[in-house]
C-alpha cells in the first residue's frame, strides 16, 4: 500500500504548538494549496489542507515559517474519527508530515540564528 502525499502551499496563519504530556513537540497549521484552474469569476481556486508535523519538524517550522511563507509538504494522509457534542460521528483528514521543505527565505532570520537554507 502507498499513502504518500506531496504538496507546495503557503500557511493561512501562523503555526500553532500544541502542548502534548510528553516530551514531543506537535506543531499544527493549514496550508493553501491552488487548484490548476480559476472559477467562473476569475478567481484562483485552493483547497485548505490540515498539516500536522512532530520534534525537529516542528520545532523548524515554529521557527521559520509564519503566516504567507511558501513550503513543501511530504507525509502521508490520516482519516481522524470523532463524535459532536450532539452525538454526530465525523471524519477529518489531514497531511503528518514527514518533511517540510522551506521555499523561500524568512525576512528577519537574525544572522546569528543556524540558516537552515545554508
Not at 478567481?43 to 485548505?48: K, L, R, T
Amino acid at each position: 500500500m502507498i499513502n504518500q502525499v506531496i504538496l507546495v502551499g503557503r500557511l493561512t496563519a501562523d503555526p500553532e504548538k500544541q502542548e502534548l504530556k510528553s516530551d514531543k513537540t506537535k506543531v499544527r497549521f493549514t496550508l493553501a494549496v491552488n487548484r490548476p484552474y480559476k472559477d467562473e469569476q476569475g478567481n484562483s481556486v485552493a483547497d485548505f489542507i490540515p498539516v500536522v508535523c512532530w520534534n525537529g519538524t516542528a520545532e523548524n517550522v515554529l521557527k521559520y515559517c509564519t503566516k504567507g511563507f511558501l513550503v513543501g509538504v511530504e507525509g502521508s494522509l490520516h482519516a481522524r474519527k470523532y463524535e459532536t457534542e450532539s452525538g454526530a460521528k465525523r471524519t477529518t483528514y489531514e497531511v503528518s508530515a514527514n518533511r517540510v521543505v522551506f521555499l523561500e527565505r524568512k525576512k528577519d532570520v537574525k544572522e546569528e540564528d543556524e540558516d537552515p537554507f545554508a
